[in-house]
């Protein structure tokens, strides 16, 4: 506590967080139960399973799932569950649903991806309640698993929060760092979050007068969505709490 105390109060001093980061590595293998050969042999002979200790392995396991819900917008046929369809003139016309129903969507693919695993997934949790003119405050998904030790007794839960916005949202480059990370990870026991904004831009997307087009970062290429929100998370990121950026692509192919 002392040395996280000393590295946040001298940022510039690089080596405290890296000395800070060896410390607890350290103290992990001290009271690291090691996996039994039995146990071992049946986690690699799964190859769905993967053994969750600590938050860190949630959130791996969370960004592989994401990944493979994108994989699920353009398969064969495609997946089209966050754009509405309709018909006018005899023309097929095309635009994204709203947040709500991309947080609701991720949330029920993350209940059936990882159900087996025992993790749950949560839509619009409280963690702080409304106090005089301070709002209550609200996270999009939280994603929490129970971790069992080797002899099967369940461990202290761990917990990855997932903030979702849509490329045209006017806070989309402000609220990694005022949100995610000053209102919901800073102020409180969560150590983990993921920054997860959806793309929609494409000639698919045909319906006149949509202001979102425009809005936000929806004229910026996803490719330089991405490079501007990884290096956000990384200059935002400390050696105490940790946010990855990820933009799914979300724009639609069966047009």
């Given at each position: 506590?002392?040395?996280?105390?000393?590295?946040?109060?001298?940022?510039?001093?690089?080596?405290?967080?890296?000395?800070?980061?060896?410390?607890?590595?350290?103290?992990?293998?001290?009271?690291?139960?090691?996996?039994?050969?039995?146990n071992l042999m049946r986690a690699f002979a799964d190859s769905e399973?993967?053994?969750?200790?600590?938050?860190?392995?949630?959130?791996?396991?969370?960004?592989?799932?994401?990944?493979?819900?994108?994989?699920?917008?353009?398969?064969?046929?495609?997946?089209?569950?966050?754009?509405?369809?309709?018909?006018?003139?005899?023309?097929?016309?095309?635009?994204?649903?709203?947040?709500?129903?991309?947080?609701?969507?991720?949330?029920?693919?993350?209940?059936?991806?990882?159900?087996?695993?025992?993790?749950?997934?949560?839509?619009?949790?409280?963690?702080?309640?409304?106090?005089?003119?301070?709002?209550?405050?609200?996270?999009?998904?939280?994603?929490?698993?129970?971790?069992?030790?080797?002899?099967?007794?369940?461990?202290?839960?761990?917990?990855?929060?997932?903030?979702?916005?849509?490329?045209?949202?006017?806070?989309?480059?402000?609220?990694?760092?005022?949100?995610?990370?000053?209102?919901?990870?800073?102020?409180?026991?969560?150590?983990?979050?993921?920054?997860?904004?959806?793309?929609?831009?494409?000639?698919?997307?045909?319906?006149?007068?949509?202001?979102?087009?425009?809005?936000?970062?929806?004229?910026?290429?996803?490719?330089?969505?991405?490079?501007?929100?990884?290096?956000?998370?990384?200059?935002?990121?400390?050696?105490e709490k940790r946010i990855d950026a990820l933009v799914l692509d979300?724009?639609?192919?069966?047009?």
């Open positions: 506590a002392a040395m996280a105390d000393l590295a946040r109060k001298r940022p510039d001093d690089f080596w405290l967080g890296d000395l800070l980061a060896e410390m607890r590595k350290t103290a992990r293998r001290m009271n690291w139960n090691r996996p039994s050969p039995e399973r993967r053994m969750i200790r600590t938050a860190g392995d949630l959130r791996s396991l969370i960004l592989d799932s994401l990944t493979r819900y994108e994989d699920t917008l353009h398969g064969a046929p495609p997946a089209t569950e966050l754009w509405n369809e309709t018909t006018r003139n005899r023309k097929k016309v095309w635009e994204p649903k709203d947040e709500n129903n991309l947080s609701d969507c991720l949330v029920l693919h993350l209940k059936r991806d990882l159900k087996k695993r025992g993790i749950f997934a949560s839509r619009e949790v409280m963690i702080r309640k409304r106090f005089e003119e301070e709002r209550a405050q609200l996270i999009d998904i939280v994603v929490t698993a129970v971790p069992f030790t080797e002899d099967g007794k369940p461990g202290d839960p761990v917990t990855v929060i997932v903030e979702v916005k849509c490329a045209w949202n006017d806070g989309v480059l402000k609220d990694m760092n005022r949100q995610l990370f000053a209102r919901y990870l800073c102020n409180s026991e969560y150590d983990f979050g993921i920054y997860l904004v959806a793309y929609f831009s494409c000639k698919g997307w045909n319906r006149l007068k949509d202001s979102r087009i425009s809005n936000g970062e929806s004229r910026t290429s996803i490719k330089n969505l991405r490079a501007k929100l990884s290096l956000q998370a990384q200059q935002i990121s400390t050696t979300a724009r639609i192919t069966n047009t």
